[in-house]
């Protein structure tokens, strides 16, 4: 049992594909904008959440569809990576046929009652305007600003799509359930940050140091190379001093590996620290019950969710998100 009910599933299925169209409208954007590559950077977001819907998702006719969409962003995710390595080099990027218009997809209904519940579902960005049906997304038909580039795609959903606005919002994870990581749960609230304090005592053994690897690759992703450099700051604790020096050692490696990204880490031991906080400069706090530990252990390292951990089961906690004075 892994704690995920029928509608609850249907649930997720329709929350991940609001956040998708609301990512693959702000890459189209970037795109007609000619900002290849944070156009790419947002189609993979994008194509991540119509993937995490593939994983849920039963009807295998929907399936074939919206695989169809995905393979025709994934393309054009593609084409613009060719448009930018040919920039670096200094040569004109071939011309591109426009893709085809995506079939439509058909969604099952959301059942309201169930997203309105006290157990609110994982998401990344809340869904305030619930749909009774979700209708698929239709494209226009691509434009040619330049006849030396591909044609850049036009997402003009027919359905009242969420737009990514951040809010305030409380999330219960049930003992078993997946898709539920860093990403998922809070990687759009951490867009833009250039200072994030995390505070969290038990950043000691292995994998709790390995759960904090991950939270600085998202912070990576969703933070680095947009205005200047970023800054991590995790306050947390030691028991004995033998732990102390395996834990500098750790924080001394993922310290350079984060330099190339011009993303800077210090680290400050608290020994009265019991509160687990991440703040960001932006004005965001995310308070997990159990701190970066929500993730049960893997059965194996080659099993599926070892490394993948919307795949991998949760531990029973809460993840409460509001807006507070910046650092």
């Known amino acids: 049992m892994n704690g995920y009910s029928g509608d609850t599933a249907m649930a997720d299925c329709s929350q991940l594909l609001n956040t998708g ?50 393979f025709e962003y994934m393309n054009r995710a593609e084409q613009l990576k060719s448009i930018v390595a040919a920039q670096e080099k200094g040569q004109a990027p071939a011309a591109v046929a426009a893709p085809d218009a995506a079939p439509s997809l058909a969604f099952p209904s959301v059942p309201t009652a169930r997203l309105a519940s006290t157990k609110p579902v994982a998401s990344p960005v809340p869904v305030h305007s619930t749909p009774t049906s979700i209708s698929s997304p239709t494209l226009a038909p691509p434009a040619h600003p330049n006849p030396a580039l591909p044609p850049i795609p036009q997402a003009t959903p027919s359905l009242p799509v969420s737009s990514p606005v951040l809010h305030s919002q409380s999330i219960r994870i ?72 395996s834990m500098d050692s750790a924080f001394l490696a993922l310290t350079n590996s984060l330099r190339p990204y011009d993303v800077g880490l210090s680290v400050e031991m608290r020994g009265t620290l019991h509160d687990r906080d991440i703040r960001t400069d932006t004005g965001w706090s995310i308070k997990i019950g159990r701190g970066l530990d929500i993730y049960q252990k893997s059965v194996s390292h080659f099993a599926v969710g070892s490394t993948d951990m919307d795949l991998r089961p949760c531990l029973e906690t809460s993840v409460d998100i509001f807006k507070v004075s910046p650092i």
């Open 21 to 70: 169209l609301g990512l693959l409208h702000q890459a189209c954007e970037l795109d007609r904008a000619n900002n290849y590559r944070e156009a790419i950077r947002i189609y993979s977001l994008a194509l991540e959440a119509f993937l995490s819907v593939l994983k849920m998702e039963k009807n295998e006719r929907i399936k074939a569809q919206l695989k169809d969409k995905v």
């Open 174 to 245: 049930q003992a078993g359930q997946m898709g539920c990581s860093y990403a998922t749960l809070f990687g759009p609230y951490l867009t833009g940050a250039r200072s994030v304090l995390i505070e969290d005592p038990y950043i000691r053994s292995k994998h709790q140091i390995a759960n904090f690897v991950r939270l600085c690759e998202l912070i990576v992703k969703m933070c680095a190379g947009k205005r200047g450099s970023v800054h991590i700051h995790l306050a947390t604790s030691h028991d004995t001093q033998e732990q102390k020096e």
